[in-house]
């Protein structure tokens, strides 16, 4: 559910180098969850290499690793994420109590303003909507202008 206008690969400020505080393979891994996109849901080995940047050898055992945990399938040539890979997000969800006291309010505004209502976090510059409650009409057969709609 995160919306991004940066750069998915880009890093951190500053990367930290590989230590005592700090698992390079992880960080990898990491890599290769985020080169799927909706621009990109379904890629080759290379492609996931070269939007990784990382060697084919590397990622292929990233991605050998994330499907024997269930978090990637493929079809022999194509590698997808499944839906288990929303865990990882839900886990942050989750951890936050805030968002169970943000529901009903967004609930209250909804029925309201009578429009949907999203709630996002500010990470760096980048905006991430980390919950949304939809409107509660049935606009099915309704009509509207397209001119200044």
């Known amino acids: 559910?995160?919306?991004?206008?940066?750069?998915?690969?880009?890093?951190?400020?500053?990367?930290?180098?590989?230590?005592d505080s700090y698992v390079?393979?992880?960080?990898?891994?990491?890599?290769?969850?985020?080169s799927f996109s909706a621009e990109s849901p379904r890629q080759t080995l290379t492609e996931v290499a070269g939007r990784s940047e990382l060697t084919r050898a590397g990622a292929r055992r990233i991605l050998l690793t994330l499907q024997s945990l269930g978090?990637?399938?493929?079809?022999?040539?194509?590698?997808t994420l499944t839906?288990?890979?929303?865990?990882?997000?839900?886990?942050?969800?989750?951890?936050?109590p805030i968002w169970n006291l943000a529901e009903p309010i967004?609930?209250?505004?909804?029925?309201?303003?009578?429009?949907?209502?999203?709630?996002?976090?500010?990470?760096g510059t980048d905006i991430i909507f980390v919950g949304r409650y939809p409107q509660h009409i049935n606009n099915v057969g309704a009509f509207q202008h397209g001119y200044g709609a």
């Not at 995160?2 to 930290?16: D, K, W």
């Not at 390079?24 to 985020?34: K, M, N, Y």
């Not at 978090?71 to 590698?79: A, Q, R, S, W």
């Open 83 to 96: 839906p288990r890979i929303l865990d990882l997000g839900f886990a942050y969800l989750s951890s936050m």
């Open 24 to 34: 390079q393979s992880f960080a990898r891994g990491l890599q290769v969850i985020r």
């Open 71 to 79: 978090y990637v399938e493929t079809d022999g040539k194509l590698f």
């Open 106 to 123: 967004m609930e209250t505004l909804v029925d309201e303003v009578k429009e949907s209502c999203s709630a996002a976090v500010l990470e």
């Open 1 to 19: 559910m995160a919306i991004s206008s940066s750069n998915p690969l880009s890093s951190p400020a500053q990367t930290p180098s590989p230590g």
